[in-house]
């Protein structure tokens, strides 16, 4: 194995300290070494997958977004950004959906009105008959 | 199962037992007048099958640094060595690639610290006791000790934070910045990490009259009057807040602590009381009050703060200017330049802080430069409210400390900032208190604002040997701390002087071991200054071109002559041991740690699960969510508060305490719907027929101060009506406490006074009453009554004010 690398050469050729190498390790980022044990060694891949992950944490990724994505879930970087939205389950049949990213103000106004229509939902059908007719 | 299996905690949601890295942190040593020697224990107790690395992360306290730890196990003890950070990195790699047991403590930007362990086996438990030495907030009759026992997230414009896991966020910080930090991350619920307890000694020189703390239950057995020891009156508590301890004195006099450190050179720390250099001028003030109205201020924070500036507002005279400046990612103005502290415009800075509410990021440095703008060159004290959650401090001390002006500041929060913060009031000439959220913010903006651009003197001057130099200005309330090297003989004189006064002061050692403490205190602080000054991007350069810089240089002199750590040297220690694993690779735990009491998870990470279940954040396409913070995580406002879960409810309410007397008037605060608070006496209670009867003393007094007219007095309709309300003020005022030199509303007391001795030609029963009165003000003192209820009853109230005053 001509290309094998100690943590401290690995560490070294991708500028990545051996405390965070490891870090990367524990959280599923990097596999860990090909060998274990007092032979533990890591290969030209292991310095890709560093190199990988600078470039995306560079493009202002997180890692928990990084692993996320490396390990075979959806991708995140589609062709339309995401944009995170409120699932309000407000009955088992009833379901509403909020941009998340909105403005205060205006999450404020969706939140009350989101909760009226749960409160009146969870009343009796009588006394949303009554107030229909005030 | 083992014992320690059977008693793991629980995550409540799925009933799964916490596989926790870092079981206890315990805190003990010694707390000063002068500052703190601290041991902090953190005990790792390995449940795992394999070798593990853990991260531990914590920030330091004010003026702290870091001495040395001495790590524990079975068949083993190790001492730490301090080198230099790269060298000390180094043996921690070394020591990791051989198998052993490996221990760093590491300092990063904004007071951060990354202690690692690393090569913990399997079933191990290993203890490791660090010594921390750190400042305290002094002030004329006591001192607060503060003690972070978690870490706050914080506001950083490139900051990025995600959700991932319920209830639990993680946040990066840019690496230009801090290098190879390991954040933890952060739980909304602390019920499940690690235990946090302490069991400390306080000593003084002067007789010490309370011990108090508005964060924990505390046990206080008092030691022969001048030491006492303070422990945790529950067996632990979770790690959601600072630890916080007031200690006041009985009387207020200066203290110099004295003797030999251990290279037998003489060393002392004085503290001299503000009431040593003469009272305050009365001078114009031209001030601005600058609000933080970041998403985390929302909620009691920005309420409380929006009310003390009025207060503090209502000393202001028409020769006084003032601005306010609310901002958060944005900077809002009250009016474009200084206005005059009259009603017309008082009234319209109460509507323009009707407006300002919590929202946003912390651009803290954009708020101040626009304050310094209104200052226009010409002098003047910018005081700021904030919970000062912000990262990237060096820049805004360096934008501070250019900036020219003096600035105060009020900090707020569960979680520290304290170190922060005193910094940036320290490095301007200006003073910093930190107060809880569940303490009274407003009266304690009222006590820092009654001292703000009227300092008691200035152009102090020490002598040689006094390090750090003195600061350039004193104000009342607030001491000023010396170090200074005493000579062979460990007796000297300190001679101070300053415009106008000058005061010598007798060192005389002592055979304690105070000389090593006070000495070792002088170094953190020393190093905490020079931390303060070291630009990011100088801190992480490579080491050759780092040599160049004057910081590193002095910082490194600093940590080798009072061997502290800084960020140019860490503690490292390697113990080798039998049957160590070469190359074995461990695995890395992050030990998390709980959201700030008071801190709603909802401002720093965007997933929120709402009580009643009626909702739960996450988007269509992945259960990730990210965010850059200055984009969209401050951005909630107020609409996750009502979800605010209080992760505190598992601890005892310090129902046990000691009274903290005064201390709990000056800072009680009323409680929130829907938290549970710490009981503190209400001082009166307006009767319970009343609608306002919810209201304590200090609130009604808060009301009196923000009502006060420019000329001093009390609004009425005509001169008599206006004298009367303003002697019932007064007495109100006196009443609790508070008098022209003492107390919270001191400025309003003078205020008052001054208004009452401009009225002539008052019909002359009221005039002999409001002599009287006056005269009380002088003695300090108001006759029983029901100055409080009256003060908050319409109508003129001469008949009651003159069966008491002129019969007492």
């Known amino acids: 194995m001509s290309h094998s690398k100690t943590l401290a050469e690995l560490s070294e050729e991708s500028r990545i300290p051996a405390r965070t190498i490891r870090f990367y390790i524990a959280r599923g980022l990097l596999d860990g070494p090909v060998k274990a044990g007092r032979g533990a060694v890591y290969t030209a891949e292991h310095l890709a997958r560093l190199e990988k992950i600078k470039d995306l944490q560079a493009e202002g990724r997180m890692l928990a977004e990084i692993a996320h994505d490396l390990n075979g879930g959806p991708s995140v970087q589609t062709a339309v950004p995401p944009s995170p939205w409120w699932q309000h389950v407000i009955q088992d049949d009833v379901i509403v959906w909020v941009r998340g990213d909105v403005s205060p103000w205006r999450m404020k106004q969706i939140r009350a009105a989101v909760d009226d229509m749960a409160s009146r939902l969870r009343e009796p059908e009588s006394s949303n008959a009554r107030r229909n007719r005030k | ?808």
Not at chain 2, 64 to 90: D, M, N, P, Q, W
Request: charged letters at 25%.
């Open chain 2, 1 to 808: 199962m083992s014992t320690a299996a059977s008693f793991a905690p629980l995550v409540a949601a799925t009933g799964k037992a916490v596989n926790l890295s870092m079981q206890r942190l315990w805190l003990t040593g010694q707390v000063l007048p002068a500052g703190a020697r601290l041991v902090v224990q953190h005990l790792f107790q390995s449940e795992e099958d394999k070798t593990i690395e853990v991260i531990y992360s914590f920030p330091l306290p004010r003026d702290a640094a870091l001495r040395r730890f001495r790590i524990t196990g079975e068949g083993f003890e190790a001492h730490s060595e301090l080198k230099e950070t790269e060298a000390a990195v180094k043996a921690y790699e070394e020591g990791m690639s051989r198998g052993s047991l490996s221990t760093l403590a590491r300092q990063y930007g904004d007071g951060l610290v990354n202690l690692t362990v690393g090569n913990i086996r399997p079933k191990e438990t290993v203890t490791v006791h660090l010594e921390v030495l750190c400042g305290v907030e002094l002030r004329d009759d006591g001192f607060r000790f503060r003690f972070p026992f978690t870490l706050a997230p914080a506001y950083h414009s490139r900051a990025k934070t995600a959700v991932t896991a319920p209830a639990e966020g993680e946040m990066e910080l840019p690496a230009d910045e801090f290098g190879d930090m390991i954040l933890p991350r952060f739980r909304e619920d602390a019920s499940v990490l690690h235990q946090v307890g302490f069991e400390l000694s306080i000593v003084s020189q002067l007789g010490l009259d309370e011990i108090g703390s508005p964060s924990h239950a505390v046990r206080v057995r008092q030691d022969g009057g001048r030491s006492a020891r303070v422990a945790l009156a529950d067996e632990k508590d979770v790690p959601n807040r600072d630890l916080v301890l007031d200690t006041r004195f009985k009387s207020v006099e200066p203290q110099v602590l004295a003797g030999r450190s251990k290279d037998g050179s003489g060393r002392f720390a004085a503290i001299v009381p503000s009431s040593s250099f003469g009272v305050a001028t009365e001078a114009p003030r031209r001030v601005v009050i600058l609000l933080d109205r970041s998403g985390s201020m929302q909620g009691e924070p920005i309420s409380q703060a929006r009310k003390a500036i009025e207060a503090c507002l209502g000393v202001l005279s028409e020769t006084d200017s003032f601005g306010l400046v609310a901002f958060d990612n944005e900077v809002l103005r009250f009016q474009p330049v200084l206005v005059s502290g009259t009603r017309e415009f008082r009234d319209k800075a109460h509507e323009f802080l009707k407006q300002v509410d919590a929202r946003g990021g912390t651009e803290l440095a954009r708020g101040f430069l626009e304050a310094v703008k209104l200052l226009e060159g010409r002098g003047g004290d910018i005081l700021i409210l904030t919970d000062g959650q912000v990262s990237g401090t060096g820049k805004i001390l360096a934008d501070a400390r250019s900036a020219g002006v003096r600035l105060h500041c009020l900090g707020i929060g569960s979680a520290s900032q304290d170190r922060f913060l005193a910094l940036l009031a320290r490095e301007t000439g200006g003073v910093s208190r930190f107060v809880t959220p569940r303490e009274r913010v407003d009266l304690s903006a009222v006590d820092l604002f009654a001292s703000v651009g009227r300092p008691v003197a200035s152009g102090l001057k020490a002598g040689a040997s006094i390090q750090p130099e003195p600061p350039s200005f004193v104000y009342s309330g607030t001491p000023v701390i010396l170090f200074g090297e005493a000579g062979e003989t460990g007796e000297s004189q300190i001679e101070l002087s300053w415009h106008g006064g000058r005061l010598n002061l007798p060192v005389k050692s002592s055979e304690s071991d105070i000389g090593e403490t006070v000495w070792l205190l002088q170094g953190s602080r020393l190093i905490t200054d020079w931390e303060s000054r070291y630009p990011s991007s100088e801190a992480l350069a490579p080491l050759e071109k780092r040599k160049q810089s004057r910081v590193a240089s002095r910082l490194l002199a600093l940590s080798q002559t009072y061997r502290l750590a800084s960020r140019e040297m860490s503690l490292v220690a390697v113990v080798t041991r039998p049957g160590d694993r070469p190359g074995e690779l461990p695995e890395t735990r992050v030990v998390p740690v709980g959201m700030a009491q008071d801190t709603v998870f909802g401002a720093y990470f965007l997933n929120q699960t709402f009580t009643g279940g009626i909702s739960a954040m996450c988007p269509p396409a992945a259960s990730l969510v990210t965010s850059v913070m200055a984009e969209r995580a401050f951005a909630m406002d107020s609409f996750s508060s009502a979800s605010t879960a209080d992760s505190s409810a598992s601890t005892a309410e310090p129902e046990g305490a000691p009274s903290a007397g005064l201390f709990q008037k000056l800072f009680s605060r009323p409680k929130a719907p829907g938290k549970r608070h710490q009981q503190v006496p209400r001082a009166v209670e307006v009767s319970a027929g009343k609608a306002r009867s919810s209201q304590t003393a200090e609130d009604i007094l808060l009301d009196l101060a923000s009502r006060m007219d420019s000329d001093g007095g009390m609004p009425g309709k005509n001169r008599e009506s206006r004298a009367s309300a303003t002697v019932i003020a007064l007495l109100a005022f006196l009443s609790q406490g508070h008098t022209d030199t003492r107390g919270a509303f001191r400025s309003h007391v003078g205020r008052l006074v001054s208004f009452l001795k401009s009225l002539t030609s008052l019909p002359s029963h009221q005039q002999q009453i409001v002599d009287a009165v006056i005269e009380l003000a002088y003695r300090g003192t108001a006759p029983a009554g029901e100055w409080i209820t009256l003060a908050h009853t319409p109508g003129n109230h001469w008949y009651e004010v003159e069966r008491s005053v002129l019969n007492a």
